[in-house]
Structures are given as C-alpha cells and as structure tokens.
C-alpha cells in the first residue's frame, strides 16, 4: 500500500488484509446501473432526479446510506445566486428530487404537450382593440427600430 502524502509504501500483514480489509469502489449513478454492493454511500447535491435517486438507493444489498449536501460550494461568487441566499434544508432537497421526473419522453409526446399544454397553464386574456390615435414612437430610444415596428397595431375580438 502507498500512503497518498508522502508516497511510502507499507507492506500489511496477509492475516490482517484477510480479516480487515475490503476493496472500495466509487462511481456515478449511470455506472451503478446493475450493480449490487454489500453496502452504498451516497451523495446528492439536488440536481439529480427521482429515477436517478432510486438508483443509487437500490444498489446496497444490506445498506444504504445517503449524504444529502446542504451547504455551499465554498465559491465567494455564488453567494449572489438566488439558491444561494437561503440555503434549502436536507427534507427540501429531498422534495425537490422527487419531483423531477426525469424520465425520457418520446417526440410524439412532447409535440403533444407543445400543441395542448398542460391544464394549470394560465389562460390567454381575450384580444381587445388597442387601435391608438396617438402617433407613432418617435423616442430617440425606439429610432433603431424600422418605422413599421413602432407604428402601432389594431386588433380586435371577432
């Protein structure tokens, strides 16, 4: 065996490596795929999906141990991001990967999805007239804009 620092090799008892010492594996969820293991250490961050955490909490045949990331990244800079303000708590994440399907979908499905979306939508607002009397835009702000882009438009409900 190499110690990792200072790179001295120890040579271990064969009675002791017998008794005492296992081989380790690491790897992702994607590779874990089929893999049965004595015992699997998880951990998550909040960006995988409920498929991907059923996975990983399938793979330990009499144990199962998650580690669930609660704090930052230690990068100054993400402070400023909204996730960030206000850390989310172990349950909260856990809620937030359970719902993320993240199971594919078939093309058929989403033009489907695309052409009736889902009911909890909000509705469009009628069209009304918004005919103007007003002249167009002429803000120096808008003057990059072809004139037809600021004249204004009429519609109306049928």
Known sequence: MRHVRN?????????YVGTSVELGYASTVHTAQGVTADAMHGLVTGRESRQQLYTMLTRG????HL???VVGDGDPHTVIQPDNVRLR??????????GRDGSPRSASTLQRE?????????PLPPATSTASTSPPNTSPGLSWLPTS???????STA
């Open 89 to 98: 708590t172990a349950t909260e994440l856990l809620q937030q990967i359970l």
């Open 149 to 155: 882009t600021r004249t204004p438009t009429v519609s």
């Open 67 to 69: 580690y669930v990331s």
């Open 7 to 15: 790179g001295r090799i120890l040579t271990l008892p064969p009675a």
């Open 114 to 122: 695309q052409q009736d979306p889902p009911s909890g939508s909000e």
């Open 61 to 64: 045949r009499t144990a199962n």
